[in-house]
Nanobody, 114 residues
Framework: QVQLVESGGGLVPAGGSLRLSCVASMFGFELYGTRWYRQAPGKERVLVASIDLNGTVAYADSVKDRFVISRDNAKNSLFLQMNSLKPEDTGVYLC????????WGQGTQVTVSG
């Protein structure tokens, strides 16, 4: 059974930084692609950043040059360093891992005050 647990969210002023973590309880984490999504109130879940099993990264245009996604396969962990935060970055951040199946965490709340 795969379990993903996010942490690191909180309340920060605009311009601040947060580092999110996602720890996966699973075998073969290194064989999965990984992603961070944001779910804002009343809005659709949107893809923020991804890093595949080869280390190739991609970002939503809205977070390029501000967010950095990384992973540590030895620790079954995924990270999202978020800098220069804006109020529009507010939402629940969820991680997922994907291969032939997709698994989701429960999310961590990020609130950026303007």
């Amino acid at each position: 059974q795969v379990q993903l647990v996010e942490s690191g969210g909180g309340l920060v002023p605009a311009g601040g930084s947060l580092r999110l973590s996602c720890v996966a309880s699973m075998f073969g984490f290194e064989l999965y692609g990984t992603r961070w999504y944001r779910q804002a109130p009343g809005k659709e879940r949107v893809l923020v950043a991804s890093i595949d099993l080869n280390g190739t990264v991609a970002y939503a245009d809205s977070v390029k040059d501000r967010f950095v996604i990384s992973r540590d396969n030895a620790k079954n962990s995924l990270f999202l360093q978020m800098n220069s935060l804006k109020p529009e970055d507010t939402g629940v951040y969820l991680c997922n891992v994907y291969r032939t199946q997709i698994f989701w965490g429960q999310g961590t709340q990020v609130t950026v005050s303007g």
